[in-house]
């Protein structure tokens, strides 16, 4: 966490605490053979490369079973979670401008999100937007994942008012 954001302030952050340039620095977590069989009986994706270790050993670029994409993207959305949104007022994701899963996850990697605010901007006169980018690593220092990503926050003006729709 960015030093200027002290998690021990008992306030909420609002979206004029934030800068472009603050860095963070997430947690790492490693992937379970666990985590993959979760996803898909949750999703349903049961594509062999990401359940059959024969198969995806034969497949050009992996060498065995990998997790997949959307999972690495919902566990640096924890790791985005850990290091923003808990200390915020109200707050949620907006969403995503640019995904790309750039190295493939595998069982026993273990992954942490450097994040950087590269733009703070208003969108009315009750929230604001952070612009994120955020780069999954896995412990070799390889980026596994892109994720420009999307943060709605609320003002501190509008804090006195309560939560609203934007």
Same mark, same amino acid.
């Given at each position: 966490?960015?030093?200027?954001?002290?998690?021990?302030?008992?306030?909420?952050?609002? *979206?004029? #605490?934030?800068?472009?340039? !603050?860095?963070?620095?997430? %947690?790492? %977590?490693?992937?379970?053979? /666990?985590?993959?069989?979760?996803?898909?009986?949750?999703?349903?994706?049961?594509?062999?490369?990401?359940? #059959?270790?024969?198969?995806?050993?034969?497949?050009?670029?992996?060498?065995?079973?990998?997790?997949?994409?959307? @999972?690495?993207? +919902?566990?640096?959305? &924890? *790791?985005?979670? #850990?290091?923003?949104?808990?200390?915020? &007022? $109200?707050?949620?994701?907006? +969403?995503?401008?640019?995904? %790309?899963?750039? /190295? $493939?996850?595998?069982?026993?990697?273990?992954?942490?999100?450097?994040?950087?605010?590269?733009?703070?901007?208003?969108?009315?006169? !009750?929230?604001? =937007?952070?612009?994120?980018?955020?780069?999954?690593?896995?412990?070799?220092?390889?980026?596994? =994942?892109? #994720?420009?990503?999307? @943060?709605?926050?609320?003002? %501190?003006?509008? /804090?006195?008012?309560?939560?609203?729709?934007?």
């Amino acid at each position: 966490m960015n030093a200027q954001l002290d998690p021990t302030k008992r306030e909420p952050f609002y *979206f004029e #605490d934030y800068a472009a340039g !603050q860095k963070f620095v997430s %947690r790492g %977590r490693t992937v379970t053979d /666990a985590d993959i069989r979760l996803h898909v009986g949750s999703t349903g994706a049961d594509h062999p490369n990401h359940t #059959d270790d024969d198969y995806s050993s034969k497949h050009p670029v992996l060498k065995g079973v990998c997790a997949h994409g959307l @999972l690495v993207l +919902g566990i640096v959305d &924890g *790791f985005i979670t #850990d290091e923003l949104p808990k200390f915020m &007022g $109200p707050s949620m994701n907006y +969403g995503h401008e640019k995904v %790309r899963y750039i /190295a $493939p996850v595998y069982t026993g990697d273990t992954i942490h999100a450097e994040i950087e605010i590269t733009d703070c901007r208003d969108k009315d006169d !009750q929230w604001g =937007l952070l612009e994120l980018a955020v780069n999954a690593v896995n412990q070799n220092g390889v980026t596994v =994942l892109f #994720d420009q990503h999307i @943060l709605i926050v609320q003002k %501190r003006a509008a /804090a006195g008012s309560g939560p609203s729709q934007g």
